[in-house]
């Protein structure tokens, strides 16, 4: 039984294929069109699923979509009719994209894909839920689901058991973790549904003054975890923005205005945020494990990308061991629904796997040594061909010599991490790495922090971890690190053997690699432990600011071009700079970089 899920119509649009319970191919549609958090009709992703599990549309069985849309519809309706006659720009601007598409899935998945068999609409927290729990590896688990919004519900939480899942209580729009998470994104000047890494990565740089304002003025939250919003604050239930004049009184003046300077005002409204948010998944946790006496947790939706939270739910909530979805916004949602077709509506039943059965979230493209061969003779390109077994050695000589690598192997990853699979590489040791790569490679301000790759069996050696984290998904401390200085200015006071990863305050988001489920870049890891005494790289995805991760050879020697990375690493060929012989035509400087995104 084959069976295709779907995702789209809000951001980050995504198609999967399970066949007799596996997960055969995933992908999002962002990757194929480049337009980064595309949320169109998953078209390509599609196709590629159907590639991958080499049949056609009509040989499905049966097609899922993650949502309901007249439900949400409903919704939408409903809210509009509450905060009447405010929201008209926002009803009219929304409806005729219901009107003529959102309304008529059933229809487009016919036209689209010429099927005409069954479909399958699971409620959009219950897709979270199915896949949080089941590609995790436990037979029984506590879930809970945390986003924006979905039809109704932004929080649930229930119970995985064998083949089912069963929702147990929800919280309703317009209170919801995720949108309140997004309305200091939008007022601290960041992209709503994408900025949110940003307001994360500069938390540290505050200080949480502003926790008393946000629990007195914005957020009644209880003991259990449950919460409601002061809407006197918000505009999105009838507004073209997430936040309006109240809400700037409160925060002393208005929104940052994008691209601008960033104060402390910024600095400290994230750590503060953050810091509510972490409470109320922490409060959320201690209730659902009282509730249902479960020793293990799942975590999906975009709320579970928060991934100092979930360090802090890992050693100090009362469950065991914890399991987040690698693709937990709405791209997972597609995986699903296809896994609540399979599981509950076909009745199949369920086989735990060890580690998990994502497969390393390694479910997108993968391209042939041929195939990577005929693109470099087709453009011409100069390039080396090391092979496959000296392919680590010769790339870790390059990163431990201070070279940045962009590393582009194997199948591509499904949901927002780069895995070591369509990567950018560096050697963690240098003190002005972090800076390098940010304002040179990656194009984008450069408070952010880069996140490292460990081996497997030394992760405890560098960091205060004792459970794996192969998804990218937990923050810990970095363990001999020592960080001063206030603001911005911390990045000058970082004393860690691994600087470059090492985050202002000390701490780390850590991908343990495994040689289980990676073994060509736990091979690369190793080689450069031999080469240098490092267990660790820089592992950032491969892509620059306002771009998808890179898909194809092409996409990969684009980005290369127009940057200053040094090496390419198209599977077993090496692409240099040197070789290239217009390469300083082909990228920015830095001083041409920092005029044209504002950077420092």
């Known amino acids: 039984m084959t069976i295709l899920g779907l995702s789209c119509w809000y951001h980050d649009s995504a198609a999967c294929l399970v066949r007799d319970g596996r997960i055969v191919a995933a992908a999002q549609e962002e990757r194929f069109s480049r337009q980064k958090h595309d949320p169109h009709f998953p078209t390509q992703a599609i196709a590629y699923c159907l590639r991958e599990g080499g049949l056609t549309a009509q040989e499905l069985d049966a097609v899922a979509f993650y949502d309901k849309p007249f439900l949400k519809f409903e919704r939408l309706l409903e809210t509009y009719l509450m905060v009447a006659p405010k929201g008209l720009r926002s009803f009219l601007k929304a409806m005729p994209l219901w009107l003529k598409k959102k309304l008529w899935i059933p229809d487009l998945i016919a036209t689209e894909l010429d099927y005409d068999g069954p479909l399958i609409f699971p409620e959009h927290h219950e897709s979270h839920a199915a896949s949080a729990f089941f590609p995790s590896p436990f037979e029984r688990a506590a879930f809970i689901t945390t986003d924006g919004v979905g039809e109704w519900a932004t929080t649930s939480y229930g119970l995985g058991d064998g083949h089912r899942v069963t929702l147990q209580a929800e919280i309703h729009f317009p209170h919801s973790l995720g949108l309140l998470y997004s309305a200091f994104t939008y007022f601290c000047g960041f992209r709503v549904n994408s900025g949110e890494y940003k307001l994360m990565g500069l938390a540290p740089y505050g200080e949480p003054r502003y926790v008393d304002t946000i629990r007195d003025a914005l957020v009644d939250l209880k003991d259990d975890g449950s919460f409601k919003l002061n809407m006197e604050y918000f505009t999105y239930p009838h507004g073209l923005t997430m936040t309006g004049r109240r809400f700037a009184e409160l925060f002393g003046g208005p929104r940052r205005a994008p691209e601008s300077e960033l104060t402390q005002r910024e600095m400290d409204l994230a750590r503060s945020v953050q810091a509510v948010t972490e409470e109320a998944l922490l409060r959320m946790a201690r209730h659902v494990h009282r509730e249902t006496g479960e020793r293990n947790l799942c975590l999906a939706g975009g709320v579970a990308l928060n991934c100092v939270a979930n360090g802090r739910l890992l050693r100090e909530s009362p469950f065991e061991r914890i399991w987040i979805q690698p693709a937990a916004g709405d791209a997972g949602g597609a995986l699903g629904a296809a896994l609540v077709a399979w599981h509950m509506h076909a009745g199949q039943p369920r086989t735990p796997q060890t580690p998990d059965a994502m497969q390393g979230a390694y479910l997108g493209p993968g391209f042939s ?56 590489l560096a050697d963690p040791r240098g003190r002005e790495v972090q800076r390098l790569v940010n304002l040179k490679i990656k194009f984008r301000e450069s408070f952010r922090p880069f996140a490292p790759s460990v081996l497997a069996e030394r992760a405890a050696d560098y960091f205060d971890l004792d459970a794996p984290s192969p998804y990218m998904l937990l923050v810990a401390q970095v363990s001999d690190a020592e960080v001063g200085g206030e603001g911005l ?66 996409d990969a020697y684009t980005c290369f071009r127009r940057t200053h990375m040094d090496v390419l690493a198209l599977g077993p060929y090496l692409v240099t700079k040197q070789m290239l012989p217009d390469a300083e035509e082909a990228v920015f400087t830095a001083e041409e970089v920092a005029e044209e995104y504002g950077l420092d």
């Open 369 to 424: 040594d041929e195939a990577i061969a005929a693109f470099l003779e087709r453009e011409g390109l100069p390039h080396e061909h090391v092979g496959h077994d000296a392919l680590a050695d010769r790339v870790a000589e390059v990163l431990a010599d201070g070279q940045v690598v962009g590393w582009f192997q194997g199948r591509m990853e499904f949901g927002p991490r780069a895995l070591g699979h369509r990567s950018i």
């Open 489 to 554: 200015d911390r990045l000058k006071h970082i004393d860690s053997a691994i600087p470059a990863v090492t985050h202002v305050d000390g701490s780390a988001r850590i991908q343990t690699v495994h040689p289980e489920t990676s073994p060509g870049y736990y091979r690369l890891l190793k080689a450069f432990e031999a080469r240098t005494g490092c267990g660790v790289l820089v592992n950032t995805s491969f892509n620059v600011r306002g771009e998808p991760i890179v898909c194809t050879p092409e």
